[in-house]
């Protein structure tokens, strides 16, 4: 159980923190790389779909199914995922448009903002809504990701995988706007990476407060849940996002291959 609580911990800091690889990547181009932007974000949307119908419902299907009988586990599985969907629904509701991760925007947009990069009052602002947001958006990642990974070190990967792709254009979209309001590159880099490790704090708080009831029903109704979130990030952020800077269908091309790659890396580790 220890081997698998270190694992499940390592998984999810190596998923948060790739928000710190996004934003470094942000800094190498002058313009952004819509081609990159558009491949990236579909991949990611691939990946978490996948994974979402092929392997984490299933998964809390099972579990729910064992727990619960078949009848009531399929009731708890719908109602679990359509839950999670709400939940993230209501976060991004919540999170002000301009202070949230997935409004992605170009680095030559933020060029033309001359009043957005000299006033430093929007400029803090600006900042400290970017860290809230991702804060909040990576912390109930970070629990999936360890919870799933100590049940199923296989499944924790695919997880990670998926989140860490996600959080690759999740880092640019934060460090962006920080970078071009402050002028200041550490800082940019200290706020995405800082706000990476929502997820590893997420880990955390799951092993400390739902440990003692991770049974088959805890575990299905956060997989459901899980589920729920990452379809609902991919259907409403990440394709929209990766449409509005496609070229040559580049966003459907990577929706494809992320499907591939995860479904090639759920046969290798399962």
């Known amino acids: 159980m220890t081997e698998n609580v270190l694992l499940a911990l390592s998984l999810t800091l190596m998923a948060g923190l790739s928000t710190g690889i996004g934003s470094v990547l942000a800094f190498f181009t002058s313009d952004t790389n819509t081609k990159f932007l558009s491949f990236a974000l579909g991949f990611s949307a691939g990946v978490m779909i996948y994974v979402s119908f092929v392997e984490i419902f299933v998964k809390a299907q099972e579990a729910l199914i064992e727990a619960q009988g078949e009848t009531l586990g399929n009731w708890i599985t719908v109602g679990g995922f359509f839950g999670g969907i709400l939940l993230i629904a209501l976060i991004d509701k919540f999170i002000p448009k301009q202070g949230n991760p997935h409004e992605i925007r170009k680095v030559e947009d933020m060029k033309k903002e001359p009043k957005i990069i000299n006033d430093q009052s929007s400029l803090l602002k600006m900042g400290s809504f970017t860290a809230l947001a991702i804060t909040?958006?990576?912390?109930?990642?970070?629990?999936?990701?360890?919870?799933?990974?100590?049940?199923?070190?296989?499944?924790?990967?695919?997880?990670?995988?998926?989140?860490?792709?996600?959080?690759?254009?999740?880092?640019?979209?934060?460090?962006?706007?920080?970078?071009?309001?402050?002028?200041?590159?550490?800082?940019?880099?200290?706020?995405?990476?800082?706000?990476?490790?929502?997820?590893?704090?997420?880990?955390?708080?799951?092993?400390?407060?739902?440990?003692?009831?991770?049974?088959?029903?805890?575990?299905?109704?956060?997989?459901?849940?899980?589920?729920?979130?990452?379809?609902?990030?991919?259907?409403?952020?990440?394709?929209?996002?990766?449409?509005?800077y496609d070229e040559a269908h580049l966003s459907i091309y990577g929706l494809i291959a992320g499907m591939a790659v995860m479904a090639v890396s759920l046969l290798l580790v399962l």
């Open 136 to 244: 909040i958006h990576n912390f109930p990642e970070g629990i999936a990701t360890f919870t799933s990974a100590l049940q199923d070190p296989g499944l924790g990967i695919a997880i990670a995988i998926a989140v860490a792709i996600h959080n690759i254009p999740e880092g640019i979209a934060v460090s962006v706007p920080v970078y071009f309001a402050t002028g200041n590159k550490k800082k940019a880099f200290k706020l995405s990476f800082l706000s990476g490790l929502s997820e590893p704090l997420g880990a955390i708080a799951a092993y400390l407060i739902l440990m003692p009831y991770l049974n088959d029903m805890m575990f299905g109704i956060i997989f459901a849940a899980v589920a729920g979130i990452m379809v609902f990030i991919s259907l409403d952020e990440l394709l929209p996002a990766a449409k509005k």
